[in-house]
């Protein structure tokens, strides 16, 4: 029982290049989320999901698109990456609101 | 506007004494309230949460306090231990929607 995996942990980009981070949970959780994770900043919400092929809009969501075609995966896509994207992702799911369980984190930078 | 706010950036603590950290909010939506920890290089864990019907709630070391009318929540850990050593995030939620703001999280270190 993996929990929430990401893939990958560290990645380097340069101005205009695309990429896509892999969430995966093992748990039959519905919902799932991506956030970014700023220096002295709370997480933001990018997207969420609650339940397979579905898809919204979180509090941060320009420059993200994501897809959710299998209940347990989760992909964040990056059209064309920006220096303000650099960040920390951290991808959760959860049963419910309650108690989401979170992933050990993306390290992205663009330069 | 940061609806969900924790002051202390960072707060220190001798082992075997109290830790309290506090969060503040703004938005009188919110009807549920959460506490993660996290370790460098790792993902927030949950810890404990609190709905608003409540104004306490227990779970071995760690007590949550709610007083709605100050929009004041704070997290005690009794007795502190050095692996209570981390960044403290207070998160809330209104039962509308499915999302949930964060503070910007307290690091909170336990001295031998």
């Known amino acids: 029982n993996a929990g929430v995996t990401q893939t990958p942990k560290f990645r380097v980009l340069k101005t205009g290049q695309s990429m896509t981070l892999l969430c995966a949970q093992d748990?039959?959780?519905?919902?799932m989320y991506w956030y970014r994770q700023d220096p002295g900043m709370g997480l933001r919400l990018i997207h969420y999901?609650?339940?397979?092929?579905?898809?919204a809009k979180g509090e941060v969501p320009d420059g993200y698109n994501v897809s959710r075609l299998k209940k347990q995966n989760f992909l964040l896509g990056l059209e064309s990456a920006a220096p303000s994207q650099t960040s920390v992702y951290f991808c959760?799911?959860?049963?419910?609101?309650?108690?989401?369980?979170f992933g050990p984190g993306t390290r992205l930078t663009v330069t | 506007d940061q609806q969900v706010k924790q002051n202390s950036p960072s707060l220190s603590v001798q082992e075997g004494r109290i830790s309290i950290l506090n969060c503040d909010y703004t938005?009188?939506?919110?009807?549920?309230f959460l506490w993660y920890k996290k370790y460098p290089a790792e993902g927030p864990t949950f810890l404990i949460s609190?709905?608003?019907i409540k104004d306490k709630n227990e779970d071995g070391r760690f007590t949550v306090f709610l007083n709605k009318s100050a929009k004041h929540l704070s997290l005690h850990i009794v007795p502190s231990q050095p692996g209570d050593s981390a960044v403290y995030f207070c998160?809330?939620?209104?039962?509308?929607?499915?999302?949930?703001?964060w503070g910007a999280g307290t690091k909170l270190i336990i001295k031998p």
């Open positions: 959760a799911s959860s049963l419910s609101l309650r108690g989401q369980y």
């Open positions: 609190i709905s608003s």
């Open positions: 998160a809330a939620s209104a039962s509308s929607n499915y999302q949930l703001i």
């Open positions: 999901s609650v339940g397979e092929g579905t898809t």
């Open positions: 938005n009188s939506m919110f009807d549920y």
């Open positions: 748990m039959n959780h519905e919902y």
